[in-house]
């Protein structure tokens, strides 16, 4: 058969192209993928059409057991909580549900899908900024965990305790330094300067309130696991002093989410393999400081929110080369059907990236386009692609974290959601888009009509 023409490219070569790692472009992964857990790409697209997210639940219930096994194998109390805001799928969270994960949420919004899906309010841990006085008192009488976030929540509390005729149990977030920088200041009290121990303080002067736990999420994407060491000294230490200068007993210290997924930030110059800990390296940490400060016989409970550590790498999305084009610069653009509307992530990471087929001809540095008119559509301007054709898969992952959740209905309609399942059948998790699903909210006033 008679190859295709392509014509020879000059490449001029730019340091920083490549690294010691081999190609900064592709830095891991296989580049030709043409299955998702045994199930052929073309067939997904072919069914449900492009583009398309796919989960994987073996990945989804290997990623969670891995993180559940390092801690449950090094500290006696843990709860495992879904971060809903990383991925509120309702199969997702059935998944991690069924694997005994209780449920983390931070709006009426996320309180409400989590017991749709059967989980009660006392496997609920209530957490966030914002919580309005009505849904509080909800979350209350459901037996929500609820975690402070400042003084005038303390307030709405007291609020509440007064007009139920209870005292109220619940813990008080805290800000700390840990060595992460830019630190996390804006949610709950800063453990420094002394607010926090105001707000136990204020609590304890009025007697309505029981603090029974701490909480604490110090970032994301979190790289050094000594911070983690430091947060949970900070938070035991912090503990014992509520405990002996009170009569409170601190039931769990919640050290929220933060481990990193095998995902390249940007910015970051070696590749997720050689930067990132492993899981259990976190886990050392938190647990040897646990059992290392703790007093005798006792053994609160650990409470962990980790989200993007146990979805990222169970999602793909696949998405088709629709034009080629060369930029005034020479540089080479290939234009996708999916973009930053629904890749919000491609702003923090270069992905990896695949391609469903054997392509030969040179690489070069490519950049890759969503479909949105906008110039901020960009997935990865530093591809790294042989001559791909038009109708080119590409592969992109992990993107299984915080797209779901933050993607926008923004020029085009979201497209499908699917999962794998562990015995390869593959189940629409999502619908795609259509404009009913946009119309049916907006009226159009009778005197507007057109006809
Ligand atoms: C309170 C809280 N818990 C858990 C998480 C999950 O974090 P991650 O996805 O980094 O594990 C977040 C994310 O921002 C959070 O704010």
Redesign the pocket.
């Known amino acids: 058969m008679k190859k295709p023409y392509e014509k020879p490219v000059i490449q001029k070569l730019i340091t920083g192209y490549i690294n010691k790692f081999a190609n900064i472009f592709s830095p891991y992964g296989k580049k030709v993928r043409k299955e998702i857990d045994g199930v052929p790409i073309s067939s997904l697209i072919e069914k449900f059409g492009s583009p398309l997210f796919v989960f994987s639940e073996r990945k989804l219930r290997q990623k969670f057991r891995e993180i559940k096994n390092a801690f449950t194998l090094r500290y006696p109390n843990v709860e495992f909580s879904w971060?809903y805001?990383?991925n509120y799928l309702d199969a997702i969270c059935a998944i991690l549900h069924s694997e005994g994960e209780t449920a983390?949420v931070?709006s009426e919004f996320e309180y409400e899908k989590a017991k749709r899906l059967g989980i009660e309010g006392n496997q609920i841990i209530y957490?966030?900024p914002y919580k309005p006085i009505e849904f509080l008192k909800t979350a209350i009488q459901e037996g929500a965990k609820i975690?402070i976030d400042h003084f005038d929540e303390i307030n709405d509390l007291e609020k509440i305790a007064d007009e139920l005729g209870i005292k109220i149990k619940a813990g008080i977030?805290l800000n700390m330094d840990t060595g992460i920088y830019p630190q996390w200041g804006r949610?709950g009290f800063n453990l420094e300067n002394g607010q926090a121990w105001r707000a136990v303080k204020r609590i304890v002067s009025r007697g309505k309130i029981e603090i029974n736990g701490l909480?604490c999420?110090i970032?994301?994407?979190?790289l050094e696991s000594k911070a983690y060491e430091i947060e949970m000294k900070k938070l035991i230490d912090f503990a014992y002093k509520i405990e002996d200068e009170f009569n409170f007993k601190i039931e769990y210290l919640d050290i929220?989410?933060?481990?990193?997924s095998r995902n390249r930030l940007r910015g970051i110059y070696l590749p997720p393999d050689v930067i990132i800990p492993s899981i259990d390296e976190f886990a050392e940490k938190i647990c040897d400081t646990l059992l290392s400060n703790l007093r005798s016989g006792d053994y609160p409970k650990l409470i962990i929110?980790?989200?993007?550590?146990?979805v990222d790498e169970a999602g793909y999305l696949i998405t088709t080369v629709n034009a080629i084009k060369r930029l005034p610069d020479g540089k080479k653009a290939y234009i996708l059907d999916a973009g930053v509307n629904i890749l919000f992530t491609a702003f923090w990471y270069h992905f990896n990236i695949e391609i469903d087929r054997e392509v030969n001809g040179p690489c070069e540095p490519c950049v890759l386009y969503g479909p949105l008119c906008m110039n901020i559509d960009v997935v990865e301007d530093t591809a790294y692609l042989p001559p791909i054709p038009r109708g080119t898969k590409l592969i992109i992952s992990p993107v299984g974290?915080?797209n779901i959740t933050q993607w926008m209905q923004f020029i085009r309609y979201r497209p499908a959601v699917v999962l794998i399942g562990e015995n390869k059948e593959v189940d629409l998790i999502r619908e795609a888009e259509d404009l009913t699903d946009i119309t049916r909210r907006e009226h159009l006033p009778e005197r507007l009509k057109l006809k």
């Open positions: 971060s805001k990383t983390e931070v957490n966030g975690n977030r949610f909480h999420h970032g994301t994407f979190i929220g989410g933060g481990f990193p929110e980790s989200g993007r550590a146990i974290a915080y």
